[in-house]
């Protein structure tokens, strides 16, 4: 009887034991990461970065297809051996093909943001801002029949490629790769991304929306 007892509470403890694992595996999949975990990660991938002499960052991605594709040939900025660089490409395709999966297949495609900045949005005429992951007043095939969202899809694109070489690196190469490196150019870079950031959505979007 005992050795009975034993065994089903053993049996219970194993249970509970993998169903509180379970439960924290699929909250790591489907939910954002706390800071204490993605925070030490991304430590983690600079430490190794640094040991073997890379340097992380997204945009840089695009002057090394430019290289790959012969623009060496036209202009002496892409003139480089783009073949070192291929393992940056693999962390692009990979961010593309994760995001694509995580969007279409793990997640409501929902953004929880505060209520003041939902009633600001919806005072600019977005009204999915909270429902969607990006503005379907904007980003949506029926958005395009509207020329604004043409101009300021092809500005707002030109804009954040060219001012991101132009820069020599987008957020993740200054903010991420270049403070890790302490480098002053990339704290000025990073501050210049949030002062943008917050001339934008408080004086240029009222201009583009309200008006």
Known sequence: ??????????????????????????????????????????ALTMFILLYVGKQFGMSSNLRTLCSASGAGKASDFFKFNWKEERWNLIVMIGAVIGGFIASQFMSNNTVEIAPSVVETLNEYGIYSA????????????????????????????????????????????????????????SLIAVIGFFAGGLIMIHFIYPLIFIS
Do not use: K
């Open 130 to 185: 909270g429902e969607a992951y990006m503005p379907t007043e904007i980003f949506s095939n029926e958005a395009l029949s509207n020329p604004l969202n043409w101009l300021l899809l092809i500005s707002g694109g030109f804009l954040v490629g060219f001012g991101a070489r132009y820069a020599g690196g987008c957020t993740s190469g200054h903010a991420i790769s270049g403070l890790s490196n302490l480098q002053l150019p």
């Open 1 to 42: 009887m005992l050795r009975t007892a034993n065994a089903s509470l053993t049996l219970f403890a194993d249970l509970q034991f993998e169903i509180i694992q379970n439960t924290i595996t699929m909250n790591l999949i489907n939910e954002p990461w706390p800071w204490y975990v993605a925070g030490p990660l991304i």
